[in-house]
């Protein structure tokens, strides 16, 4: 009880079935209870959350404001969620889910959770969706990874950008950084143009133009600063040379 998620009057059962094979083999058996840990949409809370995201699988989790199921949110969570799981119902208040080897474990979490921030899930920019890759690599994009479109944005992970800690992680986030500038100077410039195909040039054009004029800047204010130097040099080694001593008489 409070596994699963929703809670309340819709709450459905879930279950994942082994077949005979696996219950005669011990070892396939340990397997398949690792690879089947958390069927259906499962609750998320603090308890619960370091296990279910360090699981040996892929996990998928949204982050609402209110998980809860009577706001237009909460319902549209569910049905994206079961719309990519693809249960298939059983007799009763139950569903059966399978897992392939690219399949996810789903899970809803209350997305004020104290934490959320440091997988760049943000209290105020709710409902959000992250992806779980390994231990130490997710996925998260408020652009281009989105609960309404959910199933059409799953599709194009391997281009998304990854997210990780330490340093190797602040390589990445400047990365995805540079990315989204682009990406938004690009709809910048197709506005200009109308939504021309044309556009799409002045954003390559404009970023070319700002490179030349960095580097323009980065060579005048270093010629500037040698220049001074070199002065300041000469000066000094002027002022160190001594007159020469006439020639002493009796």
């Not at 602040?170 to 021309?196: E, P």
């Amino acid at each position: 009880p409070g596994t699963q998620w929703p809670q309340g009057p819709r709450a459905r059962a879930a279950a994942a079935i082994a077949g005979d094979e696996v219950m005669e083999d011990p070892a396939k058996l340990f397997a398949w209870l690792r690879d089947n840990r958390f069927p259906g949409i499962t609750n998320i809370t603090f308890y619960n959350f370091p296990d279910f995201v360090n699981a040996q699988r892929g996990v998928l989790l949204v982050a609402l404001r209110q998980p809860s199921i009577f706001d237009g949110v909460g319902k549209l969570a569910l049905d994206k969620l079961r719309e990519v799981a693809g249960p298939v119902a059983l007799q009763g208040s139950a569903d059966r889910f399978d897992y392939g080897p690219d399949s996810f474990f789903y899970g809803v979490t209350d997305g004020t959770l104290n934490g959320l921030d440091a997988f760049g899930i943000y209290r105020h920019r709710l409902p959000r969706v992250v992806v779980f890759e390994a231990r130490d690599t997710w996925i998260e994009d408020e652009e281009e990874l989105r609960l309404e479109r959910l199933p059409a944005d799953l599709q194009r992970l391997p281009q998304l950008w990854r997210s990780a800690p330490g340093h190797y992680g602040y390589v990445l986030a400047a990365g995805k950084g540079a990315t989204a500038a682009y990406r938004q100077l690009d709809q910048a410039c197709m506005s200009l143009a109308s939504g021309h195909p044309a556009g799409h040039v002045l954003a390559p054009v404009s970023v070319a133009c700002m490179l030349l004029s960095w580097l323009w800047l980065v060579r005048t204010v270093s010629r500037t600063v040698l220049g001074s130097l070199l002065e300041d040099d000469s000066g000094d080694a002027g002022a160190g040379q001594k007159a020469p001593e006439g020639k002493k008489t009796k």
